[in-house]
C-alpha cells in the first residue's frame, strides 16, 4: 500500500518569505510524487512532478520541490510567497508498482500581506 | 487549451434520489478517474476507466456505478441518494500515450460537481 502523510494541517506566512510545504511517502517500488493546488471553489491543478532525474523539480507559480529518497520526502517551496499563494496543497504519490494517485490530507496555506 | 468539463456544476438532491454527474475529458486523453472529496477531506479515488473499459476501482460504493462512452465522456450514476454521498466529485482525464508511460501520467482535474443531498 501506498501513503502520503503531509504532517501540517495549516502553514503561515508573511508575504515575501520562504514557504515550505512539507511531505513525505510511503511506496513498494519507484515513487512518482506530485503536487497540486486547490483554490476555493476550484478543481485540483497540477504544479509539479518527480519521476525520475534531477531531486529538484521546478513546477508552475515559482514553486519547487525537492526528492529526497533517503528521508521520503518531497517538500514544496517557494522563495517568497505571495498573497494569491494562499490555497490548499495536496501532495500525491503513485508508483510502479500501483499507477492510482493516493492524496495526503492536504496543507492550507495562508500568506499574509 | 480546453480543460477537464463536468457538469452540473452544483447539484441538490434529496435523501434516496439519483444523481448523474457527467465528466468530458481533455480532447485524445483516454483515461477518466473519479474522485470524491468530502468537506474538508482528501479526494478519495473512486473508479477510473481506460478506453472505455473499467481499469480500477476504488472505495466507491455499490449503490454508485459508473461508465465510460464511445466518446470517452464519463458518467457517474449514483442511487438511494445518503446524506453523506455529500460532496464534492472530481473528474480527471490523461493520456497513456505521454512519453513517460502510463504510470507516471499527469491527470488534469475538472471543477468538481458539488453534491449536497438534504
Known amino acids: 500500500a501506498q501513503s502520503v502523510a503531509q504532517p501540517e494541517d495549516q502553514v503561515n506566512v508573511a508575504e515575501g518569505n520562504p514557504l515550505t510545504v512539507k511531505c513525505t511517502y510511503s511506496?513498494?517500488?519507484?515513487?512518482?510524487l506530485f503536487w497540486y493546488v486547490q483554490y476555493p471553489n476550484r478543481g485540483l491543478q497540477f504544479l509539479l512532478k518527480?519521476?525520475?532525474?534531477?531531486?529538484l523539480v521546478k513546477g508552475s507559480y515559482g514553486f519547487e520541490a525537492e526528492f529526497n529518497k533517503s528521508q521520503t520526502s518531497f517538500h514544496l517551496k517557494k522563495p517568497s510567497a505571495l498573497v494569491s499563494d494562499s490555497a490548499l496543497y495536496f501532495c500525491?504519490?503513485?508508483?510502479?508498482?500501483?499507477?492510482?494517485?493516493?492524496f495526503g490530507a492536504g496543507t492550507t496555506v495562508t500568506v499574509r500581506a | 487549451a480546453a480543460g477537464v468539463i463536468q457538469s452540473p456544476r452544483h447539484l441538490i438532491k434529496e435523501k434516496r434520489e439519483t444523481a448523474t454527474l457527467k465528466c468530458y475529458p481533455i480532447?485524445?486523453?483516454?483515461?477518466v478517474y473519479w474522485y470524491q472529496q468530502g468537506p474538508g477531506q482528501d479526494p478519495q479515488f473512486l473508479i477510473s476507466?481506460?478506453?472505455?473499459?473499467?481499469?480500477d476501482k476504488g472505495s466507491i460504493p455499490d449503490r454508485f456505478s459508473a461508465q465510460q462512452f464511445s466518446d470517452y465522456h464519463s458518467e457517474l450514476n449514483m442511487s438511494s441518494l445518503e446524506l453523506g454521498d455529500s460532496a464534492l466529485y472530481f473528474c480527471?482525464?490523461?493520456?497513456?500515450?505521454?512519453?513517460?508511460?502510463?504510470?507516471?501520467?499527469?491527470?488534469?482535474f475538472g471543477s468538481g460537481t458539488q453534491l449536497s443531498v438534504l
Open positions: 480527471a482525464s490523461s493520456s497513456r500515450m505521454g512519453h513517460f508511460g502510463w504510470s507516471n501520467e499527469k491527470l488534469f
Open positions: 511506496v513498494s517500488g519507484n515513487p512518482y
Open positions: 518527480y519521476i525520475t532525474g534531477d531531486n
Open positions: 500525491a504519490v503513485s508508483s510502479d508498482n500501483d499507477y492510482k494517485l493516493s
Open positions: 480532447p485524445r486523453h483516454d483515461t
Open positions: 476507466f481506460y478506453e472505455k473499459m473499467q481499469s
